[in-house]
């Protein structure tokens, strides 16, 4: 049974960066992708994007692209994810979420959520 | 604004059916068959319920189905019971290997 258990809660300035960490446990890591979604206060799930670490590959949101870079290190199972130049509307609940390596692969596992909060 | 539309809310007694809709376009759900659905209790982590539109993974009742006709996917829950009060969300994949996902219904039993 995979577990995936983040770093926990931030609060950060405007205009600075945060990086949150997954770590994945008891389960297959490296053939598997690693996902990030967020979740602002009282609203949806936003995909931002994902990793394959076995293939070293990366895709994003549009909405992310330039903003955001995920990592990950296979040979600790885990996975990270940086966000760059944050403003409020980042405060949000950071989620790791694995999934398979194909194309529209389901998320089967979620970490515990990472709560980031931006604030002067 | 969510890609993906979903009802804001929707109710039903316990024993009833209910069906929440998520509608999209040709560029997601109406062109891939890689849809699903999640359960998120208030303060929790998602929880995966449907797959690839139909498919249910193991451990999740089968009052639980999910269905596609053009770019609208639906989930429908059957025989409502309390502890499926919750909120939805679903899932397309939208091409050059991004999702998107729906704004969420909250599901509440009468």
């Known amino acids: 049974q995979v577990q995936l258990v983040q770093s926990g809660a931030e609060v950060k300035k405007p205009g600075s960066s945060v990086k949150v960490s997954c770590q994945a446990s008891g389960g297959t890591f490296t053939r598997y992708a690693f996902n990030w979604v967020r979740q602002a206060p009282g609203q949806g799930l936003e995909w931002m994007g994902r990793i394959i670490p076995v293939a070293g590959i990366t895709n994003y949101a549009d909405e992310f692209q330039g903003r955001v870079t995920i990592t990950a290190g296979t040979s600790t199972s885990a996975a990270y994810m940086e966000l760059t130049s944050l403003r409020s509307e980042d405060t949000a609940v950071y989620y790791c979420?694995?999934?398979?390596?194909?194309?529209?692969?389901?998320?089967?596992?979620w970490g515990q959520g990472t709560l980031v909060t931006v604030s002067s | 604004q969510s890609v993906l539309t979903q009802p804001r809310s929707v109710s039903g007694s316990p024993g009833q059916s209910v069906t929440i809709s998520c509608t999209g376009t040709?560029?997601?759900?109406?062109?891939?068959?890689?849809v699903s659905w999640y359960q998120q209790y208030p303060g929790k982590a998602p929880n995966l319920m449907i797959y690839d539109v139909t498919k249910r993974p193991s451990g999740v009742p089968d009052r639980f189905s999910g269905s596609k006709s053009g770019n609208t996917a639906s989930l429908t829950i059957s025989g409502l019971q309390a502890e499926d009060e919750a909120d939805y969300y679903c899932?397309?994949?939208?091409?050059?290997?991004?999702?998107?996902f729906g704004g969420g219904t909250k599901l509440t039993v009468l």
């Open positions: 899932c397309s994949y939208a091409g050059r290997y991004t999702m998107v």
């Open positions: 979420a694995r999934g398979g390596s194909t194309n529209g692969a389901p998320f089967d596992s």
């Open positions: 040709s560029s997601d759900i109406g062109g891939y068959n890689y």
